[in-house]
């Protein structure tokens, strides 16, 4: 990939097991970006609740989201490069984010239930369940024709969704 002239800031978005981790550190690598998992900002209560097996609802994630969008709004501030990696489901969410920067663009990695069930149900030590994947496909609302996004088929190899995402980024 030729070099990115402008900062880029990037949401990877998707459900639990799309590959938004793998992928966001692929881009944000290749960028010469920070790298934010975005599961690292949920609160010890959020991560007990998932764990649980409890959907997280709008109001456990309301200050998750604002932590969020304050890294986003200190890279457009610095004008830094950054990939995030967040769920980002639903549209108001996603507004939430572009508050940060309305120039933050979205890669969403979607997949079919029972590609993305056989990851969850591969990984090990991470405290999402697979059970909460089926509140996470309820609660995604995907990219709309006004957002500034991609989405991406997660069949494909990591390497090849993160060379896609890049590919964009030098527009």
């Not at 939430?96 to 890669?107: C, I, K, M, N, Q």
């Not at 994947?133 to 500034?148: N, V």
């Amino acid at each position: 990939m030729n070099h990115i002239k402008q900062a880029s800031r990037w949401v990877v978005m998707g459900v639990c097991g799309s590959g938004k981790s793998e992928v966001g550190r692929r881009v944000a690598q290749a960028l010469g970006a920070r790298f934010i998992e975005g599961d690292d900002y949920h609160s010890p209560a959020n991560v007990a609740k998932m764990a649980s097996g409890i959907p997280l609802d709008d109001a456990d994630r309301a200050a998750w989201l604002q932590c969020l969008r304050q890294e986003i709004a200190t890279a457009r501030g610095t004008g830094a490069s950054l990939v995030v990696s967040c769920s980002a489901l639903k549209r108001r969410y996603r507004d939430l984010l572009r508050e940060g920067d309305p120039a933050l663009r979205f890669a969403h990695l979607k997949g079919e239930r029972n590609v993305i069930a056989q990851r969850l149900a591969a990984r090990k030590d991470h405290y999402m369940p697979p059970a909460l994947l089926d509140s996470q496909l309820q609660a995604l609302q995907p990219l709309q024709a006004d957002e500034t996004g991609v989405t991406l088929d997660i069949t494909a190899a990591p390497q090849q969704l993160a060379e896609a995402i890049l590919e964009i980024a030098q527009r």
